[in-house]
C-alpha cells in the first residue's frame, strides 16, 4: 500500500513539475514577445555606435522588420528605432518611407503622438533627399487621414499642410499626375476653386501621360462646369505655347522643372556666371509632349 502511495505522489509531482515548467515558458515566451527592441534617443544613438553609425543603423533596421511583424510591437516602441536609424545615418534613403509607413500601421489605432512622429521624421526625410516625391505624400496622408479631431479649426490647419505636402510632390520627378486630382478635390473643398483650376491647368500642361491627363481634364470641366472637349481645345495652345518656351529656354530639364525655374533670365544671371551659361540640370532628355485629345 505503501509503494502504491508513494508512485502515486511521485506521478502527481512530476506532473506539478511539468505543468510549473510549462507555465514558466509560456511567460517567458510572453516576456520575449513583449519585449522591444533597445533604441538609444536621437542625441545618444551616434555616440552609442562608436563611429560605425550605417552599420549600427543597418541593424537597427533589421531589428525593426523583425519587431514590426511581431503583433505584440507598440507604436512608441517602433517609432523609438526609427528615429535612432535615422539619427544614426540620415543618408539611409529607404529607411524614411519604410518608418514613415511601419509608425502608422503598426497596432490597431495610431495615436496622434506618434503620427506627428511619423511627419517629423518624413520632413526630415525631405531635407535630406528634396526629389523623392512619396516622403511629403505620405506626410500629406498622414496629416489629412491618420490624424483626428473634433475642432474645426485644428482640422482645417492639417488638412491645409497635408495639401500642401501634396502640392509640392506633384512637382518633384516622377509624381503621378493622379496627385493632382486629389490635391484639386482638397482645394476645392476649402472653398479655393480658383487655386484648385490653376494647379490643374498647370498639371494639365506637362502631363504626358494619357490616362491621367485626361483624368484631369474631367476634373477640370467637373470644377469648372465646362465640356472636357471645349477645355482640352483651350488648352492645346496653351501647351504649345509652353512646349516652345520650354524647349527655346531649358530644354535640358524635365518640364515640371521648367514649371518651377520658368525661363532664362535675359539680364544678368549669376547662374550662367557660375556655370558658363551651361544648363548642369540634365536629369533627363527633353521629350515631345504628347497633343492632348
Known sequence: MRTWLALAVAVASLGVARAARVIAKA?????????????????????????????????????????????????????????????????????????????????????????????????????????????????????????????????????????????????????????GDWAAVMRTKFGQRERAVQGLRELILVTTETRARRALLDRLASIEKQDVDAIASELYEARRDFEMKWRASRPGIPATWFVLLGPRSRGFDMGDLATGGRELITLEPAHPLEPLE
Open 27 to 179: 511567460g517567458e515566451e510572453e516576456d520575449k514577445a513583449l519585449a522591444a527592441p533597445y533604441a538609444p534617443s536621437p542625441g545618444a544613438a551616434p555616440f552609442i555606435s562608436l563611429g560605425y553609425h550605417e552599420a549600427a543603423a543597418d541593424g537597427m533596421f533589421v531589428r525593426l522588420r523583425g519587431y514590426f511583424g511581431d503583433p505584440s510591437s507598440t507604436q512608441d516602441a517602433v517609432a523609438s528605432i526609427c528615429e535612432a536609424i535615422v539619427a544614426l545615418d540620415p543618408r539611409f534613403h529607404g529607411g524614411y518611407e519604410y518608418c514613415g509607413n511601419a509608425m502608422t500601421y503598426v497596432g490597431r489605432a495610431v495615436s496622434q503622438s506618434v503620427s506627428l512622429r511619423a511627419i517629423k521624421l518624413l520632413e526630415q526625410g525631405s531635407e535630406q533627399f528634396p526629389d523623392d516625391w512619396k516622403l511629403p505624400t505620405l506626410a500629406g496622408q498622414i496629416y489629412t487621414q491618420d490624424l483626428t479631431t473634433h475642432d474645426p479649426a485644428q482640422r482645417r490647419v492639417w488638412d491645409e499642410k497635408g495639401t500642401r505636402l501634396i502640392e509640392s510632390a506633384i512637382r518633384k520627378p516622377g509624381a503621378p499626375a493622379e496627385l
